[in-house]
């Protein structure tokens, strides 16, 4: 970024953070139903905050800019974000953008998550979810699992900025529970089972990988198994199962189990008895 633009967008940034009190809805709030199992950030506690270095001594906008776009150890990097997540406890918003901004032009994955949070949230900066995918998209790219996810619920509901795209949301959900986040993991158990009409023609392309994030394998222990739309004796039949055959478990409802077919690609209740027990240890 140009240094006189930068110096102005910071003056901008600081006359925010000085006027208002820090935002009522910290940490990060997604809508209805999905509440973070993670914290992402610490929350702020300064009602009047001074644009501050971090360390107590004031600064202006301009010298807090002087930063260079290379590389940083990894203990100073560390360093830097624990600079700017103080900075943004304090409500310092200019501080922390300016830690960041020059770090995530460099590639760090954590600072272009971070800047993406404050484009999203309009922390010192007027609410922009263009910047947003911008930046999630970037520490994305890099196997960054929280951008994943994030870049996952801001596609799945989409705004007046950015058109929901639940396809591509699912690819970002998937990336992240691939790398182990157990949010993503549940938001794709959520979407099949409340939003099934939209996700049939998704899940019918998944394999036994993507099936293999949501659950664990259970086999059919009877020689015909029906499997069931609801989990209810009174349900259609959906299909009827062979003994031996793999399900993949992802729901539970009293004595019936919720489960996928990989090859099919399609969710089926079979009842508690039809599923084959697990061994004990010793094999008994």
């Given at each position: 970024m140009n240094r006189t633009l930068l110096t102005a967008t910071l003056l901008l940034i600081s006359e925010s953070a000085l006027s208002a009190p820090p935002p009522q809805y910290w940490p990060p709030q997604w809508p209805g139903y999905w509440q973070p199992q993670q914290s992402f950030y610490?929350?702020?506690?300064?009602?009047e905050p001074a644009v501050t270095d971090g360390e107590g001594a004031e600064i202006s906008?301009?010298?807090?800019?002087?930063?260079?776009?290379?590389?940083?150890?990894?203990?100073?990097?560390?360093?830097?974000h624990e600079k700017a997540l103080r900075?943004?406890?304090?409500?310092?918003?200019?501080?922390?953008?300016?830690?960041?901004?020059?770090m995530a032009d460099a590639g760090d994955a954590k600072a272009q998550f971070s800047i993406g949070?404050?484009?999203?949230?309009?922390?010192?900066?007027?609410?922009?979810?263009?910047q947003t995918l911008k930046w999630w998209t970037l520490a994305a790219e890099q196997e960054f699992?929280?951008?994943?996810?994030?870049?996952?619920?801001?596609?799945?509901?989409?705004?007046?900025?950015?058109?929901?795209?639940?396809p591509l949301a699912v690819e970002h959900y998937l990336q992240a529970a691939h790398a182990g986040h157990e949010d993503a993991q549940s938001m794709l158990a959520h979407l099949i089972?409340?939003?099934?009409?939209?996700m049939?023609?998704?899940?019918?392309?998944?394999?036994?990988?993507?099936?293999?994030?949501?659950?664990?394998?259970?086999?059919?222990?009877?020689?015909?198994a029906n499997?069931?739309?609801?989990?209810?004796?009174?349900?259609?039949?959906?299909?009827?199962?062979?003994?031996?055959?793999?399900?993949?478990?992802?729901?539970?409802?009293?004595?019936?189990?919720?489960?996928?077919?990989?090859?099919?690609?399609?969710?089926?209740?079979?009842?508690?008895?039809l599923i084959e027990k697990p061994q004990s240890k010793t094999g008994k």
């Open positions: 610490p929350s702020p506690t300064a009602s906008p301009a010298e807090s800019s002087k930063t260079t776009e290379v590389a940083l150890p990894d203990s100073e990097t560390n360093h830097q900075a943004m406890q304090e409500g310092n918003y200019a501080v922390a953008y300016c830690i960041w901004d020059p949070w404050m484009f999203h949230n309009g922390y010192g900066l007027a609410i922009d979810n263009r699992a929280n951008a994943s996810f994030a870049l996952g619920m801001l596609l799945s509901h989409g705004d007046n900025q950015v058109e929901q795209d639940l089972q409340d939003e099934a009409r939209k049939k023609p998704i899940i019918a392309e998944w394999g036994t990988k993507e099936w293999l994030l949501l659950g664990k394998t259970i086999r059919i222990n009877v020689k015909r499997a069931r739309t609801q989990p209810t004796l009174s349900s259609r039949v959906l299909t009827v199962l062979e003994e031996g055959t793999e399900l993949v478990q992802i729901g539970k409802e009293q004595r019936w189990r919720q489960a996928a077919l990989p090859e099919k690609g399609v969710i089926v209740w079979v009842h508690d008895s």
